[in-house]
């Protein structure tokens, strides 16, 4: 029986990668993130399960060796902040015209630019509305524990060659440093099978493979482009998550994702203090995004908070789920500072009560 | 005809048959340019993996670029990376794959422009793969433009006027730099602009790829090779060229070879 542990959030998912039979971790070292690769180079893999941990030389190299890895059929991972993610964005695009599937955490850190290495959730664009060039969609995973932080490592592993499409854990400096109890699941040993797409050598016994993401026929461009939207379909209509809390009587609802869902769960105890019936909507997947789910309780609430670290991003997701038949507004701290439970509380009285 | 002059129908005869086109290149018509180097440094890749009966144990890495294709024409398995990072996908593969023989093939704009950080990691690292780098100093896929190794005073699209370097900077001489890193194992510059040459370029191939069994650190070989329709030459002129401009800047031979 596994006991619980102390850890901190970037730990976690490093010790998750290596119980999950991870193949490959290639990652270059940025704030907030940087324990992950700490972690497992210290980690004594060879004693354990042979993973190949590699220090990349740039974001832009680690991402590429995601691919070349996950083209062999292997289990590859790697993590980053928004900085590195930026630098990423051209291999998860390669990665989703190629379908090669992988696991990329983004411990979100406040920007543009450099900006600053305290949390944020500003990245929920790049992560949800495509970041790298052309059609391609990323499912996007939100942690809001370092529970979860763990979990969604196989969760993720688990739809990445389920659509062998790459999978992003978008979470953030807050739950990449905190420490927590989170209990690991067993050690799952490392697959020794290879998928029937994956270059691992031409066997007389079938034809040669090539991975490309190359079309010069836009015929043959287009067919590719519909056969992933139908999967991307297929996505959002199988793997929505998300969690309700409080909401059974609620008149009111904050829509929080990460660690602004954790603050916003104070902020309910806060407001039926007062009075406001007030529940939590967490999106567990950014995308595919509960659009249905959320539109399902207009019919019950009177308006909507999106609360988030960033300008507001999530915010128009929610907008477009609602089709206007609720107010909706956004509130939420920039730049590495995280808002308070009372602010957000004065926040749904002035914008969604009161206004 | 001489008395002992060969019949048609004794010559396809079996055991007449001294070259045929080797099974690792596919049907596909190339479409690479007549008299371009991609196409014999192709069939000498092919030949070599034959040879070697490596056909299960081999996985290639393709460039952007003109051999963007080659996994068209390549009989066994290989992916396409992003513009210059072949040597990371490489990389990736060869380090989940150790026991398979993995390598990269790239020209000069992938190899030495825009992936420069990645040649000069894979190498210094000493990653166990085999770099073939086609050096025509030019972009012939997008048209013709200046590359990194485009020589002083070479006319390219984006050099009309010849390179200057007061402009556009010197050449780069990617092969002269990689050989003093530690992680690099054979380093050689070869040509296929003729006959002769074809044969060294062959050898020094199939070493870089016999070599990598040895698991001692990169292999690497620069093929000089020419670019008809960039450079604007007839086939024939273009090798001509190469001989008496290229050469001199990127003399042939090995450059780093392993101490017996």
């Known amino acids: 029986m596994e006991e619980y542990v102390l850890m901190k959030g970037n730990e976690a998912i490093a010790e998750a990668a290596i119980r999950a039979g991870t193949d490959g971790y290639f990652g270059y070292p940025i704030t907030p993130q940087s324990e992950v690769l700490e972690y497992l180079t210290a980690a004594r893999l060879h004693e354990r399960t042979g993973m190949v941990v590699l220090q990349a030389e740039s974001e832009v190299a680690a991402i590429n060796m995601l691919y070349g890895g996950a083209g062999a059929g292997k289990k590859v991972l790697t993590t980053s902040s928004g900085p590195g993610i930026s630098l990423m964005q051209e291999g998860i695009s390669y990665m989703a015209g190629s379908e090669l599937p992988c696991l990329i955490v983004n411990v979100v850190r406040g920007g543009p630019g450099l900006g600053t290495i ?58 990449g440093q905190m420490m927590e109890k989170v209990k690991f699941k067993p050690q799952q040993p490392r697959s020794k099978k290879s998928p029937h797409w ?41 793997e929505v998550r998300y969690e309700k809390i409080e909401c059974d009587d609620a008149d009111y609802l904050f829509v929080a994702y990460g660690t602004s ?58 907008k477009l789920a609602v089709e206007a038949k609720v107010k909706v507004d956004h509130y939420g701290r920039m730049g590495g500072i995280v808002h308070s439970p009372e602010e957000i509380v004065k926040a749904l009285k002035q914008k969604i009560i009161g206004g | 005809m001489a008395e002992n002059a060969i019949t048609t129908k004794e010559l396809v005869k079996k ?47 393709a460039p952007v670029g003109c051999s963007v294709l080659m996994y068209n024409y390549m009989n066994f398995d290989m992916q396409e990376a ?162 008496e401009n290229m050469l001199p800047f990127y003399p042939l031979g090995d450059l780093k070879v392993p101490e017996e």
């Open chain 1, 261 to 318: 869902s954790r603050i916003c769960q104070k902020s309910i105890q806060l407001a039926r203090n007062e009075g406001i019936k007030v529940g939590l909507f967490r999106p567990i997947t950014l995308w595919p995004f509960p659009y249905k789910e959320i539109m399902e309780m207009t019919g019950q609430v009177k308006g909507m908070l999106s609360v988030e670290m960033s300008a507001g991003q999530m915010v128009e997701d929610v």
């Open chain 2, 15 to 61: 055991e007449n048959l001294v070259y045929q086109k080797t099974k690792l290149l596919t049907d596909d018509v190339m479409h690479y340019c007549p008299g371009c180097g991609h196409g014999t440094t192709h069939r000498l890749i092919a030949e070599i993996v034959e040879e070697m009966g490596i056909q299960s144990e081999i996985i290639g890495v």
């Open chain 1, 118 to 175: 305290q949390p944020a959730q500003s990245d929920y664009f790049q992560s949800t509305k495509g970041g790298g060039h052309g059609d391609y969609r990323l499912i996007t995973l939100a942690p809001a524990s370092v529970q979860e932080m763990a979990d969604f490592v196989s969760l993720g592993f688990d739809l990445a060659f389920k659509y062998r499409n790459p999978v992003m854990i978008l979470t953030d400096g807050a739950l």
């Open chain 1, 198 to 238: 994956a270059t691992t050598g031409k066997t007389p016994d079938r034809e040669r493979i090539f991975i490309t993401s190359l079309n010069l026929d836009p015929a043959c461009q287009e067919r590719f482009n519909i056969k992933l939207k139908a999967k991307y379909k297929e996505i959002s209509e199988k």
């Open chain 2, 82 to 243: 992003a513009h210059g990072r072949a040597p990371a996908v490489a990389t990736g593969i060869k380090r989940l794959l150790p026991e398979k023989y993995v390598f990269t093939y790239q020209g000069d704009g992938d190899l030495a422009a825009i992936g420069t950080g990645e040649t000069i990691h894979a190498c210094n690292r000493g990653e166990n793969i085999t770099m073939i780098f086609i050096n025509n100093g030019i972009y012939g896929m997008t048209g013709g433009q200046m590359a990194p190794t485009t020589l002083i005073g070479m006319k390219s699209s984006t050099t009309p006027y010849g390179r200057e370097v007061s402009l556009a900077g010197n050449p780069l001489n990617m092969t002269d730099l990689i050989v003093n890193l530690p992680g690099t194992y054979f380093v050689s510059r070869q040509s296929v602009h003729t006959p002769g040459n074809v044969r060294k370029a062959k050898k020094a191939i199939k070493k870089a790829f016999e070599y990598q069994s040895l698991n001692k650190g990169t292999c690497f070989v620069e093929v000089v090779s020419n670019c008809p329709a960039g450079w604007k030459m007839t086939p024939v002129e273009s090798n001509k060229w190469l001989a």
